[in-house]
């Protein structure tokens, strides 16, 4: 396993993502195990691009419980359908919330997250986790981010949840 990741300070954000992505899949190629390689993930993300709070949620029965995160405390437990977590395991796909307090239903851990955005994580078409990634500024995350995380996740489902779901 590498000591360090390479960021470049400074520079666009993708370019940052596209020196993330090879560098985190030489992560989990080197390492099994899935929570340690999800806790480096989510110091990786708040590391690069200074988010407020970076971290996964795993399935467990009808809620997403609390897994490796960077960031202050957070929710435990968030029951499906419920919160921005909760809506992307519902309906499968990538919610990008430009301001926290325009969502019906935000659930708000942290009084200072104002904008949002989660990614399913995928095994076949069942949703597994997700990766949450809050901003303590409104309009902070963009299609980019999308792109880039959801190219991140597909990472992770094809390097690591296979083998540790299988």
Request: with cysteine.
């Amino acid at each position: 396993m590498s000591d360090s990741i390479i960021i470049s300070k400074g520079a666009e954000k993708a370019i940052v993502y596209e020196e993330l992505l090879p560098q985190i899949q030489n992560l989990l190629l080197n390492e099994p195990d899935l929570i340690a390689n999800l806790a480096n993930i989510s110091a990786v993300l708040k590391e690069a691009f200074g988010f407020f709070w970076v971290g996964f949620y795993l399935v467990q029965g009808e809620e997403l419980l609390l897994g490796p995160f960077q960031g202050s405390l957070a929710c435990t437990r968030i029951r499906k359908g419920k919160g921005v977590c909760g809506k992307s395991w519902d309906e499968r796909k990538t919610i990008l919330v430009p301001d926290v307090e325009l969502f019906a239903g935000h659930i708000a851990c942290n009084s200072l997250s104002r904008s949002e955005i989660v990614v399913p994580v995928l095994k076949n078409r069942d949703v597994i986790g997700v990766l949450d990634v809050d901003s303590d500024k409104t309009n902070d995350f963009d299609q980019v981010d999308v792109l880039y995380l959801e190219k991140l996740v597909a990472l992770i489902c094809k390097n690591l949840i296979l083998k540790h779901y299988d």
